[in-house]
């Protein structure tokens, strides 16, 4: 927050977010979604101790830490006031391969400063898409190809569509995900197609893009508050790694989950009648 009172005081805290949510009902880029959230905005009747009156101050956002995967949420989901109806904005919106994210950060306002932009690079590596309207809709998921050392591959990726998991061809990614206003439909009093202004329903909701310079990542092993057992490992070495208590927590899921399954198909009563109608006694 600046102060536009005269001493032009600026004050600040961190507020933790998991995601960043970009406002496209206004923008055709997440750049330019992105600038927006960094907008400034002025702020009426703040009370400032050094100019000891109510001022006006301008309000900003900045990216201040830089986690290893930054998720951008795509706000395509809207309340129109006139209808008083939910609406899902499907207009086209682009998003890049890569992202560097200084303009939008912190260290972009320190005058002076020199910065190494290979830090501040990020790479798309999952795409969560929406298809329907604001009342109902399905979700599905791009994901890119991990090779086996960790590393990201340059271009294979995989569409995960329920139970289906199929390798998917990324060039598609401007068709499947950025929505559009337009396509041609054949007129069906006519011999010949027309253009019309048809929404289409699919396109990107979540972004997901990982830094390329990770920085080791704080794991909770066990405890909590005051009495967390933390360690630090890198990005690579975490993919590898399952606190004991997880791990069990999650085979006993799964060890339930299995027996529940069986114990209630169909096919093991069928199996059941026919062990006993064929029983001797």
């Known amino acids: 927050m600046i102060c536009q009172g005269g001493c032009d005081t600026v004050r ?17 880029t997440i750049e330019a979604g992105l600038q927006e959230f960094i907008a400034g905005n002025i702020i009426n009747d703040y009370m400032c101790e050094t100019c000891d009156k109510k001022v006006d101050i301008e309000s900003r956002n900045y990216i201040d830490q830089l986690p290893n995967v930054l998720i951008l949420h795509l706000k395509r989901f809207a309340f129109n006031f006139d209808t ?53 809709g399905h979700y599905y998921s791009y994901i890119r190809h991990r090779l086996p050392d960790g590393s990201l591959d340059p271009e294979k990726w995989f569409e995960f569509n329920d139970s289906s998991i199929k390798v998917y061809n990324s060039s598609n990614i401007e068709s499947d ?13 006519a011999s010949w197609y027309k253009t ?25 092993i066990e405890g909590s508050g005051e009495e967390e057992k933390c360690e630090m490992r890198s990005f690579k070495d975490h993919q590898k790694f399952v606190p004991d208590n997880v791990f069990h ?5 799964n060890e339930k ?18 062990l006993f109608g064929n029983a001797t006694y």
């Open 84 to 136: 008083l109806r939910n609406e899902k904005i499907n207009s086209r919106v682009e998003f890049p391969p890569t992202l560097n994210v200084l303009p939008y950060h912190i260290d972009n306002t320190k005058e002076g400063e020199e910065h190494n932009l290979e830090e501040y690079d990020y790479e798309l590596v999952g795409i969560v898409v929406h298809s329907g309207t604001a009342d109902g």
């Open 196 to 220: 019309v202004s048809v929404d289409n329903r699919k396109n990107a909701y979540c972004l997901f893009y990982e830094r390329k310079i990770k920085s080791d990542i704080r794991l909770v």
């Open 257 to 274: 989950y299995m027996f529940e399954k069986h114990m209630y198909a169909e096919e093991y009563f069928k199996y059941l009648i026919d």
């Open 12 to 28: 600040g805290r961190n507020e933790p977010n998991f995601f960043i949510s970009v406002d496209i009902a206004r923008n055709k």
């Open 177 to 189: 995900c950025f929505g559009k206003s337009e396509q041609s439909l054949e007129d069906a009093t």
């Open 249 to 253: 927590e999650v085979l006993k899921s």
